[in-house]
């Protein structure tokens, strides 16, 4: 879709939640050619709610797509801040949270990976989803993104103190996430080091490199700076009940 197409990055999830051939997936658009799309799709892992999607230019055709959402459980995600009040304005109950947009030009990229970084196994999915802690069991999402995408590690005796995913692969973009690093091993460079490793696997791929900063994560804003990541806007993950 060309509308999608002429900002890649900034509507990998829309992508992801209305237009993946390989998911139950819905697209609702506005004009045509389009000027407005929502995603919606209903994975297994959500328990009956919907995971949606949204990006449109101007709020009248924002609005009117807003009409297409499913009543009941959300996980929403809306690519620029304005629409919040729209959203919230269709929902009984909706918490958003703002995250910087960043993107990765190969020229740009500052390698800081070390030796011994490992692929991350669904086996994991579990202890992922306990340090992710989004307030609900996630760990059939977790394993959902580990069979969509690579995952990456560093181990200890066997076991992963410090991984990055992938949360999105969309055709011409892969947006990374879930870095972190267990407390004992902080300090040692091992973020930059795993998100190096899984930003080169990208970039072989011929993909670009995206991911999102929750605005008040100073310390993974300086993280994504190091590796040259620049930032574009804000961009709104949350989830609620819409009526």
């Known amino acids: 879709m060309r509308f999608l197409d002429a ?15 390989d998911a139950p997936t819905t697209a609702f658009s506005i ?5 407005a799309v929502l995603g919606i799709v209903r994975p297994a892992w959500a328990d009956g709610a919907c995971g949606v999607a949204m990006h449109a230019e101007r709020p009248d055709d924002a609005g009117e797509l807003l009409a297409a959402l499913p009543r009941g459980p959300v996980f929403a995600h809306l690519t620029d801040e304005w629409m919040a009040p729209l959203a919230e304005s269709c929902a009984e109950q909706l918490d958003l949270n703002r995250f910087w947009l960043f993107r990765l030009d190969k020229r740009d990229f500052v390698d800081h990976e070390t030796a011994g970084i490992r692929s991350l196994g669904p ?15 996630a760990t059939a999402y977790i394993r959902s993104r580990m069979d969509a995408g690579p995952a990456l590690a560093i181990f200890d005796g066997g076991t992963p103190v410090a991984w990055v995913l992938t949360h999105v692969e969309s055709p011409t973009v892969s947006v990374i996430g879930f870095i972190h690093v267990l407390d004992p091993y902080r300090r040692r460079g091992y973020a930059l080091s795993v998100t190096s490793a ?14 999102h900063v929750q605005t008040e994560n100073t310390a993974s804003l300086d993280l994504v700076r190091n590796l040259g990541f620049r930032r574009l806007r804000r961009q709104l993950f949350g989830e609620g009940v819409m009526r």
């Open 7 to 21: 900002d890649p990055v900034g509507t990998a999830f829309v992508w992801e939640r209305g237009l993946r051939p």
């Open 31 to 35: 004009g045509s050619p389009p000027r």
């Open 123 to 137: 086996e994991w999915a579990s202890l992922v989803a306990e340090h992710w802690s989004p307030g609900w069991d």
């Open 198 to 211: 899984i930003v080169k696997d990208v970039l072989r791929r011929g993909k670009i490199p995206a991911l």
